[in-house]
């Protein structure tokens, strides 16, 4: 899994964090909690607030959804 795979990831965040309110959650918790999910495997310096922020209304559609 890669920082692209925006949809896989919020997912996982989701099956992984229930419960946990996703704009609630700071960016750096959210680098944190992606590069720690199982199949990540891309740099973690390729990451930036545009994509975490992609990740974070990914996640909260899953949660809405």
């Known amino acids: 899994m890669k920082w692209r795979d925006i949809r896989e990831i ?7 964090h229930a419960g946990v309110a996703p704009l609630q959650v700071r960016f750096t918790d959210l680098h944190r909690w992606v590069c720690e999910l199982p199949g990540f495997d891309d740099d973690p310096e390729r990451s930036s ?3 975490l922020e992609a990740i974070q209304m990914a996640w909260l559609d899953e949660v809405e959804g």
């Open 10 to 16: 919020a997912i996982e965040l989701s099956e992984r």
């Open 49 to 51: 607030e545009k994509v």
